[in-house]
Each structure stands twice: as structure tokens, then as C-alpha cells.
């Protein structure tokens, strides 16, 4: 059984910290690539950052240089910094094998304070 189990979510002010994890198990195929989404209220689920097997990454212009992406094994993180009020969103870790399936996490909230 596969199963995504996020983690670091919270409540913070403006300028704060958090780290999001990501747990993976159960994939029995290679991960292509681990990514991190978000979904605002009222808003379509975007995408935030990603981390392939070859370890390069992405980020959305709206994080870039304050969050950072990374993986050790079977784990994904995101470490964000200098939050904002506009970074309040469901936090979801998806998940890429080799095969083309992807996998989601069940969401953990980030709420930024001003």
C-alpha cells in the first residue's frame, strides 16, 4: 500500500520558517520525481517546486529564494523561508515513478500571519 505522509504544517508569522516533509512508502517502482503543490481558498492547486531523480530542480517565480526543495530517499522536504501571508495554502507532496503514476499526499496547512 502506498501511502504519502506529510508532516511541519502550522501556523506562523510573516517572515517565519517552516519545514514540510513528505514520507514516502510503498512505491515499489523508482521515483522520477518528487514535487510539492499547494492550493490556496478559491484557488486551483499550483504547482510550487520539484525535484527530479537526477536531483535538478524547479520553482515557481513566487518562491523563488525563499523555499528550497530536497530529498533523502524516499523523503521530499521543503524548507520555506521568509513566508508571507500570500504562502497560506494546503501544502500537498506528489510523487512521480518511472512507470508515469503519481501519488499525493493528503495535505498539510501552512497558514502565514500577518
Known amino acids: 500500500q502506498v501511502q504519502l505522509v506529510e508532516s511541519g504544517g502550522g501556523l506562523v508569522q510573516a517572515g517565519g520558517s517552516l519545514r514540510l516533509s513528505c514520507a514516502t512508502s510503498g512505491i515499489i517502482f523508482s521515483i522520477d520525481r518528487m514535487a510539492w503543490y499547494r492550493q490556496a481558498p478559491g484557488k486551483q492547486r499550483e504547482s510550487v517546486a520539484s525535484i527530479a531523480s537526477t536531483g535538478s530542480t524547479n520553482y515557481a517565480d513566487s518562491v523563488k529564494g525563499r523555499f528550497t526543495i530536497s530529498r533523502d530517499r524516499n523523503t521530499v522536504y521543503l524548507q520555506m523561508k521568509t513566508l508571507k501571508p500570500e504562502d497560506t495554502a494546503v501544502y500537498y507532496c506528489?510523487?512521480?515513478?518511472?512507470?508515469?503514476?503519481?501519488?499525493w499526499g493528503q495535505g498539510t496547512q501552512v497558514t502565514v500571519s500577518s
Open positions: 506528489n510523487v512521480r515513478h518511472t512507470l508515469g503514476g503519481t501519488y
